[in-house]
């Protein structure tokens, strides 16, 4: 049954995926873009790795994607400007990824697969989180105060000046 529902979960995040890219629509490039990235979630979860599932729900679903949305639908209001949104190359385009898909093929097959024990799922979130808070703590308090940095530069640099 497991089986059943990763192949069903692979196939809609590889056709999702080529939606976004074959879509005359940006719209509805976008919301096939939500599907791939459920998808994606969908298979970290086969992966036992639920911290990145909900680091891909939580950012790319919940951030890049919804900024993505909000910025087809704000300039679909602009009328002045024709928004081109086809491809001039795809036969190139198709070329090149059928090359690209070959090749991958051909590694997936004449490549020897080793199958690995069965073992019992590890706890990602909290290996993750001591990895963090022990190990990286200096990269990781250092990569904060840089973010820090720059969310005070960004809003000083939004701010309107009183003066003028």
């Given amino acids: 049954m497991a089986d059943i529902v990763f192949w069903f979960v692979a196939f809609i995040t590889v056709f999702s995926a080529g939606m976004v890219v074959t879509s005359n629509s940006l719209l509805y490039s976008a919301y ?3 599907f791939t990235f459920l998808g994606v979630t969908g298979l970290y979860i086969f992966l036992w790795a639920d911290f990145l599932a909900v680091v891909q729900v939580v950012v790319y679903i919940g951030g890049i994607l919804v900024l993505i949305i909000f910025g087809i ?8 400007v ?27 097959i004449s ?4 199958q690995a024990a069965n073992t019992e799922p590890a706890e990602t979130t909290a ?5 963090l808070l022990m190990d990286y703590l200096l990269p990781f308090e250092v990569a904060s105060l840089l973010l820090l940095g720059a969310l005070i530069g960004a809003t000083t640099l939004s701010r309107k000046d009183e003066d003028g």
């Fill in 32 to 34: 096939s873009l939500l």
């Fill in 73 to 80: 639908m704000l300039t679909n209001k602009i009328t002045s």
């Fill in 82 to 108: 024709n928004i081109s949104h086809t491809s001039m190359q795809k036969g190139i385009g198709a070329v090149v990824a059928i090359g690209f898909i070959a090749s991958l093929g051909y590694m997936a």
């Fill in 111 to 114: 490549s020897p697969w080793l």
């Fill in 127 to 131: 290996s993750i989180g001591r990895l």
